[in-house]
């Protein structure tokens, strides 16, 4: 019983203002993978499921047992003895009728031997709680079909994720604190016209009261180049001068009381937003640096082709500048000269677009192809209306992370230095994972086994503190008292539901994923993401 | 109609089921455990590790305290409740309680995985109730079709924890309230046996918050109500004469146009209703036509009309997660709770931040002390009113104010009775005292005020200070 297309708007709404209706068709065509249907596992999919990813399958070689059922929503008594990742589909399936759910009773390594390109279907795989070795290798075979890979993990009271994919771009990153594109700084042509368009002085009572504060700040910024050689106010002295300039404009009534301007009061509050400089941003500056973006072949992705032509842009058109973003924020006017004022930003947001396509269109008739059936215009307006939020997230691969090579000391050591550093915990997990490739088991599982397994945690642990740093005897004790509890070894998964939201940034190109590594301590509620 | 006969069949069916487990399980609940059931749950409480709480002793009573004895009771069975009643289930509560006075509407389904498409118009809790107690074989969860309000004291005071996923400022407040009033003091000092833990949790789209309330003892919610900023309205000239935004065309629609030309007779905007939505909605886009405004569309006018908050499955996974967490860690005194507010936000990366909120020594619900209120004797009652709505740490919504002026109780001003409210409302012109003229309260320095208000089911004591 598939949803109509009005029963998906009701039931998705709350969803579709957070990632709009392109972002969920990205979900509706994604596939993605889930291996071991654990508490952890099911619920990452859940979060997934509920909000309409398009299909899913689970990878699970396991057999249901007694301990599985009481910590997993999506497992029943009735499935003790099955196979788990059957099991689990038919619940979490159960969750949404827009969703179509498989199931493949293997583990992944069995996978792999017969079918080395099983994987390369999917959207995204999430693997949980996989050892180190499968990781690896799993992290081998999706880089090189660029399948993204999350790793979640989640041991006693400690969760861990780890990102891996070469390269995501990200277009609408929806900053939460965006600086707005007001251009006062170097006005184009026809901002410039717009304010000459107003003469302050002569201006009716109700007219000036209504002017609003963008009009006003460029005005009296023109009146202090004018009296300051060309140069803006710079420091706080300056700029407080700069707001009683603005202040001594305010109308006064026929006692010399000056009026009730609210507008000219919201010029003064914003006097530092205005006179923020136009800058492109560091992070736009070293994405424009990358290579993807110097060499641009028939097959560079979109993103890539529409960011060599913003830069194109920015060196002709743009004389140094991104495309004008179009977006003013409200501010106290009367509606036509608001209106007005927004239209002038708007239609030079459209030209800098269309100037963006033009660079586009030559682009890739470089390298063979058309315009605008490769690269709608929408897609272009889109772009250019974010050129200032662009980001592009690159993990290293867990090879780089375990190699002894490459492994990033530097951001081992320099956590390890403050006592509560999560960091404690990535190395017990590596020596928990160390301690399954040499035992087979994890450790502690049984409670006879605990002391035992504390000694051998021990020989992991300093063997893996060798390896990658010399002398930090220190600090073993410390992990020995984890150790005992790292042996716990049960799976607090809640906190992990994020996971699901990673997932989704993935899929949907929207909002930033972390990078690469993300730490949870669920006994003092903390965490930590670190790049390793 | 086929529809509305699913949900009694699927009811029925569900009561069906739990009577036969009852049946099989025998006289004891212990009869419906399977082997391994409660593993991960016992690893925390038979094992002590470097979290664990100084005075713990590792010991299987705890297991049984929570699947026998412990208490807790669930507000909200929306997005954080169906998370929250999952996990509390999952760890071996078995006693809970969930209340809830909505129904089921189609935009729940995105997040609160208790509910079908079926179970639309339902009520929530019971909805809820059902799929918990079906799916985890043991657990009794009872349900509560009602507002908080329309509960009492001796209902709270039966639980061990109360945990709210609630979506209003004013019902956490007033539950809050409900928490404090239940404290006891003898000679000045907190019965500790007379504390309930209220566990809070709250989300908006990627942002979320979780918090430990000790009522009496750690920060409440009224010590921090400067972290909830009063919802910001636009002003009325901007919506009446100059609209900018499609957002303030809506509004002329939904406050001005509506109570004016009456489009369905004398009923009040319902949001929920499309063809209200879809009058308001008309409407909206004519007025922006006039002003060469941009923008209205159906989605926009229905977030404004029901001040919509974003909210996503996730979000409410994290949040109600680390609240389930710390009831578990209360419940069981196993290890040391989050000592007491965390916020998390993942529209970058994934960000947490801890930290411990204080009491205010003046608080309006928690210090026990009269709030001081400094006025001029030839301030108006206006002005009273207008600072304890606007005042950021009381923003109450439409205060009652009473006295006792010649040994009688006088209502000073009331708004929620109509009569009432006409009959007070010259005293809004008074003056608190003489002043120049003949209409004055007659109120005294140090005089005692008694507040009530929808934020709180106590009244909230001020005292009068004049200032010169």
């Not at chain 2, 079709?145 to 639980?159: L, P, V, W």
């Not at chain 2, 008309?282 to 989605?299: D, L």
Request: charged share 25%; aromatic share 8%.
């Amino acid at each position: 019983m598939a949803s109509t297309k009005a029963s998906k708007e009701q039931k998705y709404d709350r969803q579709l203002r957070l990632w709009g209706d392109h972002g969920q068709e990205t979900l509706e065509n994604a596939h993605v993978c889930l291996i071991n249907a654990t508490a952890t596992g099911t619920e990452i999919l859940k979060n997934l499921v509920l909000p309409g990813i398009g299909a899913f399958t689970i990878v699970d070689g396991h057999t249901v047992t007694g301990e599985d059922v009481g910590n997993n929503f999506f497992l029943s008594k009735d499935s003790i003895g099955k196979n788990r990742a059957q099991a689990a589909t038919e619940l979490l399936q159960e969750l949404n009728s827009d969703v179509s759910g498989n199931f493949v009773e293997e583990g992944p390594d069995k996978l792999l031997d017969n079918d080395s390109e099983f994987f390369h279907r999917f959207t995204i795989v999430i693997g949980v709680q996989l050892p180190e070795s499968t990781c690896l290798r799993l992290g081998s075979v999706l880089c090189s079909a660029s399948v993204p890979f999350l790793v979640c993990k989640t041991y006693g009271l400690i969760g861990y994720m780890r990102l891996v994919v070469q390269e995501h771009t990200v277009i609408e990153s929806h900053p939460d604190n965006a600086l707005e594109d007001l251009r006062l700084d170097q006005p184009y042509a026809e901002f410039q016209n717009h304010i000459k368009s107003y003469d302050l002085d002569s201006m009716e009572k109700k007219d000036h009261s209504h002017t609003p504060w963008i009009i006003i700040v460029a005005k009296y910024l023109e009146k202090w180049l004018s009296e300051h050689n060309g140069q803006p106010p710079k420091n706080y002295k300056e700029k407080e001068a700069f707001r009683q300039l603005i202040r001594e404009g305010i109308r006064k009534n026929e006692n010399g009381v000056p009026e009730d301007e609210e507008n000219f009061e919201e010029a003064i509050k914003n006097v530092n937003t205005a006179l923020n400089p136009t800058k492109i941003p560091s992070a736009v500056e070293d994405i424009f640096n990358s290579e993807q973006c110097k060499n641009i072949t028939a097959q560079s992705p979109s993103f890539w082709v529409m960011l060599r032509a913003v830069k194109e842009f920015v060196h002709n058109e743009g004389n140094g500048s991104l495309p004008v973003r179009g977006t003013i924020p409200d501010m106290i006017a009367d509606s036509q000269k608001f209106i007005n004022l927004q239209n002038v930003y708007r239609e030079k947001a459209m030209q800098d677009a269309a100037a963006v396509s033009k660079h586009v269109e030559s682009l890739l008739q470089s390298v063979g192809k058309v315009w605008p059936e490769s690269i709608p215009e929408k897609d272009i307006k889109l772009f250019c209306k974010n050129a200032s939020f662009l980001r592009v997230v690159r993990c290293r691969s867990l090879a780089e992370e375990y190699s002894v090579d490459t492994v990033n000391k530097d951001e081992i050591t320099s956590c390890m230095d403050s006592p509560d550093s999560e960091m404690v915990f990535y190395l017990m997990l590596r020596a928990v994972d160390r301690f399954y490739q040499q035992h087979s088991r994890y450790p502690g599982v049984y409670n006879y086994q605990v002391e035992e397994d504390i000694s051998k945690l021990k020989v992991c642990v300093n063997s893996l503190l060798q390896e990658y740093i010399n002398i930090c005897f220190l600090f073993i004790h410390l992990f020995c008292i984890f150790g005992r509890y790292i042996c716990s070894n049960l799976s607090l998964r809640f906190i992990l539901g994020s996971a699901a939201q990673e997932a989704i940034k993935i899929i949907s190109h929207q909002f930033v994923p972390f990078n690469n590594t993300f730490l949870y301590n669920a006994m003092s509620q903390t965490s930590a993401t670190l790049s390793l | 109609m086929a529809d509305a006969e699913e949900p009694e069949k699927k009811r029925r069916r569900i009561e069906d089921l739990t009577e036969k487990m009852a049946v099989d399980s025998g006289h004891r609940d212990g009869g419906c455990d399977w082997d391994g059931r409660w593993n991960h749950v016992k690893k925390f409480l038979e094992r002590p590790g470097p979290f664990t709480h100084p005075d713990f002793e590792p010991s299987t009573e705890s297991l049984h305290f929570l699947l026998e004895t412990c208490k807790i009771l669930v507000i909200g069975a929306g997005g954080l409740g169906c998370e929250l009643l999952k996990n509390l289930a999952l760890s071996g509560f078995r006693l809970i309680h969930v209340v809830d006075m909505d129904t089921i509407d189609p935009s729940n389904l995105n997040r609160q995985f208790l509910f079908r498409p079926n179970d639309v118009g339902r009520p929530k809790a019971e909805v809820a109730a059902d799929f918990i107690n079906s799916r985890v074989p043991g657990c009794k969860v009872v349900p509560h079709f009602k507002k908080i309000q329309d509960c009492d004291e001796s209902f709270y005071r039966q639980f061990h924890i109360i945990v709210c996923g609630l979506d209003s400022i004013i019902a956490r407040r007033w539950m809050n309230g409900m928490l404090i009033s239940l404290l006891s003091y003898e000679d000045g000092v907190l019965d500790p046996s007379s504390i309930i833990p209220l566990i809070d949790g709250g989300t908006e789209g990627f942002k979320g918050n979780a918090r430990v309330i000790l009522p009496g003892m750690t920060a409440c919610i009224d010590c921090t109500l400067e972290l909830y900023p009063p919802q910001i309205n636009f002003p009325m000239c901007t919506i009446a004469s100059m609209p900018r935004l499609p957002e303030h065309c809506i509004e002329y629609a939904r406050i001005l146009q509506w109570p004016k030309e009456k489009p369905f007779g004398e009923t009040s905007l319902d949001g929920d209703n499309p063809e209200h939505i879809q009058w308001v909605f008309e409407r909206s886009k004519e007025r922006a036509a006039e002003f060469n405004i941009t923008g209205v569309t159906y989605r926009l006018t229905q977030g404004v009309v029901k001040r919509i908050i974003p909210a996503v499955a996730s979000t409410n996974a994290v949040i109600a997660a680390a609240c389930a967490t710390e009831v578990f860690k209360i419940a069981t005194s196993a290890y040391i709770p989050l000592n007491n507010y965390m916020v998390f936000n993942d529209v970058d990366g994934l960000y947490t931040y801890t930290f411990e909120a204080e009491r205010k020594e003046n608080c309006s619900a928690c210090s026990q002390v009269p709030q001081d209120l400094q006025f001029p004797p030839s301030a108006k009652l206006q002005e009273v009113l207008e600072y304890l709505t606007e005042n950021a740490s009381l923003q109450m919504k439409s205060p009652a104010i009473t006295t006792t002026l010649e040994g009688k109780n006088k209502t000073l001003y009331l708004q929620s009775v109509k009569s009432i409210e006409e009959r007070t409302r010259p005293n809004l012109c008074k003056t608190l005292k003489v002043f120049f003229s003949d209409v004055e309260l007659g109120l005294s320095d140090g005089q005692e005020l008694a507040v009530a208000d929808i934020t709180t089911p106590q009244t909230v004591l001020f005292k009068l200070n004049f200032t010169a």
